[in-house]
């Protein structure tokens, strides 16, 4: 998978925290980001802006099927309007085929057989890069994520908590880890899931326990925090740890102590505390489902991951990674439908769809508009059928009441989850 390549130089990103001097505020800007059949992204100036095949067009397009002068990009600050030129084969936005349209970011456009997104935002001329520090983490892509790469980068270097903010599937641990390893820490990067800690689990797995501590303590255990110790400890879906591990948790942070479970005596661990969660926080804190001198102590620095809706430049890019193929084994139709797809669970289920379809359609020579399009419906069929069906009043007992403990049991993502509990009367 190539990167794209701007048509203009883009301008470097600060990084920047809600605890250190803000960096002036750049200028949005907009930008067009091709995705198919090439990658190219071109700036565009204030004014009017021609798209075709035309050279003196500000986006040259060698598609046979776009006209010399296609369309009219008219720029205005935040407002941007395409009209179409009368083309021979005309345009489409965000699926629908239009002779004028007012468009946003994440307006998705198509020219005869070529297909982009519009971005609008300080990064907007940056282009799809892969952002990989090890061969086997999957792309992080467009500038939008980038920027917060680089604040991720510049954070490492403090040994200060950092709180990851983001729906699931938008790669929270992965920033976890790029703040591990930016870091001077010569300790383990450990990773603890809360909503898997429940009742008395929740200690042990925390802070460790000695041998014969509680019932079916056979033996001791050395605990995420100890584990963790001279390096990272990563407490994911921070917003389900119980309210009474989070005074534990706290005195982790305030004085670096801990007292595994069944040792009279308390300890010291150096560990960089980072979390993440799905979940407003701050809201939970309102509604006292949450400390909030806990909240203030893991949000000294704060990272926000966008979901994929908001990065739609970015879909094609990640999908040709998962699924190992090129655009020549793309249609125009594909890539629009791809790009148009709610993927309300982000890049975890895009990377589900590219697997589902390599395993049921890799030998046609070219993918086409229908294929993503009934492996889309046949997903979200199949989980509307089965979360119709399942018994949630058995669900919720057995996994603790914890939707994303049930989430991983039955394969239905989180928000499904949630809804359903509460349409149950299972959750507040």
């Not at 084969?89 to 005869?112: E, H, M, P, Y």
Request: hydrophobic letters at 40%; charged letters at 25%; aromatic letters at 4%.
């Amino acid at each position: 998978m190539s990167a794209r390549k701007s048509e203009r130089p883009a301008a470097r990103t600060t990084a920047e925290s809600k605890s250190t001097a803000r960096p002036r505020e750049r200028p949005f800007v907009w930008a067009l980001h091709w995705v198919f059949p090439h990658d190219k992204v071109v700036e565009l100036p204030e004014g009017r802006n021609k798209l075709g095949r035309d050279p003196d067009c500000v986006s040259v397009l060698t598609d046979s099927e776009v006209s010399r002068e296609h369309a009219l990009l008219t720029i205005q600050g935040p407002h941007c309007e395409i009209s179409d030129l009368q083309s021979r084969n005309g345009i489409s936005v965000d699926g629908t085929r239009v002779s004028k349209a007012k468009l946003q970011d994440g307006s998705v456009l198509r020219l005869g057989g070529t297909v982009g997104v519009m971005v609008y935002s300080p990064d907007a001329a940056q282009s799809f890069a892969p952002l990989l520090q090890r061969a086997e983490r999957a792309p992080l892509g467009s500038g939008k994520l980038k920027r917060i790469v680089e604040q991720a980068r510049a954070l490492a270097e403090l040994d200060e908590p950092v709180y990851i903010h983001g729906e699931s599937g938008t790669g929270k641990e992965a920033i976890a880890e790029i703040l591990h390893e930016g870091s001077a820490r010569s300790g383990e990067f450990v990773s603890l899931n809360c909503s898997s800690l429940r009742g008395e689990l929740a200690n042990p797995a925390l802070f460790g326990h000695l041998k014969g501590a509680f019932s079916g303590a056979t033996r001791g255990s050395q605990g995420a925090a100890r584990a963790a110790h001279g390096g990272t400890l990563f407490l994911d879906e921070i917003a389900e740890l119980s309210l009474e591990t989070q005074p534990l948790l706290l005195r982790l942070l305030e004085n670096g102590q801990i007292t595994p479970v069944g040792q009279s005596r308390a300890e010291r661990v150096d560990v960089r505390v980072v979390s993440a969660s799905h979940d407003d926080l701050f809201s939970l804190c309102r509604s006292k489902g949450f400390r909030e001198d806990l909240y203030f102590r893991l949000t000294t620095h704060q990272l926000r991951l966008p979901p994929l809706r908001e990065r739609r430049e970015d879909i094609l890019g990640l999908f040709q990674f998962f699924a190992n193929r090129s655009t020549q084994g793309l249609s125009a139709g594909f890539a629009e439908a791809l790009l148009l797809l709610s993927l309300t669970g982000n890049v975890r289920e895009l990377k589900n769809l590219a697997a589902g379809l390599r395993a049921s359609a890799d030998n046609h020579p070219c993918w086409h508009a229908h294929l993503v399009t009934t492996a889309a419906h046949e997903s979200a069929g199949s989980e509307a059928t089965d979360a119709a069906t399942l018994d949630w009043k058995a669900l919720n007992a057995q996994h603790g009441g914890i939707a994303t403990r049930i989430a991983r049991a039955t394969g239905i993502p989180v928000t499904t989850v949630k809804r359903h509990l509460t349409r149950n009367g299972l959750r507040s």
